[in-house]
T-cell receptor, first 113, second 113 residues
Framework: AQSVTQLDSQVPVFEEAPVELRCNYS??????LFWYVQYPNQGLQLLLK??????LVESINGFEAEFNKSQTSFHLRKPSVHISDTAEYFC???????????FGKGTMLLVSP | NAGVTQTPKFRVLKTGQSMTLLCAQD?????MYWYRQDPGMGLRLIHY???????AKGEVPDGYNVSRLKKQNFLLGLESAAPSQTSVYFC????????????FGPGTRLTVT
């Protein structure tokens, strides 16, 4: 069975500061990893995903995540956050044996001026 | 393209009442999903469908029924609503395969009193 752990339920940061949102997963087989973002009162949308190849994946709005197989982690980072990055971020995992995603409980990123 | 749409956006039910939530997608996706989102719990899968006429149980199926009579529509029914079903419900769809992103609807906020 798959599981996803997001250790931080809430991360407050100041604008232009760096941020890391942590995600660890457990799975006995090869995995596919996703980060989704949910802005207030909206549905989820894909931020970035790791399928194979380079362990560092980037999004168009400056976020990046690194797949670390030995530590079973897929942490999300941004070197300088904006107020508009305030949202809830969900890490999710699937594997070749499943057609469904398993989500973490989410991390609320709160960016203040 | 409208993407994934959900009807209604908001609903208040009394305990014991029934209702149906409608999800529609115009992307010709085979797979569709129903999730519920509760504070601190992330997204939990209720039911899903891998094609027209097929449905399967997810993590929290009790108290819900679903139907997929047409490829583009996925209905979620509550036969006898309970206060524990107060939640935000999201529908999603995607192309078959564990590495394809899911596209989410805007959600339905349901309150059961």
């Amino acid at each position: 069975a798959q599981s996803v752990t997001q250790l931080d339920s809430q991360v407050p940061v100041f604008e232009e500061a760096p941020v890391e949102l942590r995600c660890n997963y457990s799975s006995s087989v090869s995995v596919y990893l996703f980060w989704y973002v949910q802005y207030p009162n909206q549905g989820l949308q894909l931020l970035l995903k790791y399928l194979s190849g380079s362990t560092l994946v980037e999004s168009i709005n400056g976020f990046e995540a690194e797949f670390n197989k030995s530590q079973t982690s897929f942490h999300l980072r941004k070197p300088s956050v904006h107020i508009s990055d305030t949202a809830e971020y969900f890490c999710a995992v699937s594997d070749s044996g499943y057609s469904t995603l398993t989500f973490g409980k989410g991390t609320m990123l709160l960016v203040s001026p | 393209n409208a993407g994934v749409t959900q009807t209604p956006k908001f609903r208040v039910l009394k305990t014991g009442q029934s209702m149906t939530l409608l999800c529609a997608q115009d992307m010709n996706h085979e797979y569709m999903y129903w999730y519920r989102q509760d504070p601190g719990m992330g997204l939990r899968l209720i039911h899903y469908s891998v094609g027209e006429g097929t449905t399967a149980k997810g993590e929290v199926p009790d108290g819900y029924n679903v139907s997929r009579l047409k490829k583009q529509n996925f209905l979620l029914g509550l036969e006898s609503a309970a206060p524990s079903q107060t939640s935000v419900y999201f529908c999603a769809s995607n192309t078959p395969g564990p590495f394809y992103e899911q596209y989410f609807g805007p959600g339905t906020r349901l309150t059961v009193t």
